[in-house]
């Protein structure tokens, strides 16, 4: 049974930081790239960074130069370190990856950024 389990969402200030974490289980999580996602309310859930199987990084427009995707194969997780937090980061971050042809989401950490 693959899981996905996301933690480390809060409540921080403008210019703050937070990491947010994406325990895996049931996979092969070193030969599945990863990625993390978001839904503001009222909002399409978007892509917010994503990382390959190598290790290669992409990033939306409104995160580079702020937020940093890393994993770490050893203990099956993958991080989301976002720096310079703005009102508008504010959302429900998702973690997700694609297992035998399917999708897996987490179920959400919510992240609320004040002005």
């Known amino acids: 049974q693959v899981q996905l389990v996301e933690s480390g969402g809060g409540l921080v200030q403008a210019g703050g930081s937070l990491r947010l974490s994406c325990a895996a289980s049931?996979?092969?999580?070193?030969?599945?790239?990863m990625e993390w996602y978001r839904q503001a309310p009222g909002k399409q859930r978007e892509l917010v960074a994503a990382?390959?199987?190598?290790?290669?990084?992409n990033y939306a427009d409104s995160v580079k130069g702020r937020f940093t995707i890393s994993r770490d194969n050893a203990k099956n997780t993958v991080y989301l370190q976002m720096n310079s937090l703005k009102p508008e980061d504010r959302a429900v971050y998702y973690c997700h990856t694609g297992w035998g042809g399917t999708d897996y989401w987490g179920e959400g950490t919510q992240v609320t950024v004040s002005s």
């Open positions: 049931g996979i092969i999580f070193r030969f599945v790239a």
């Open positions: 990382i390959s199987i190598g290790g290669s990084t």
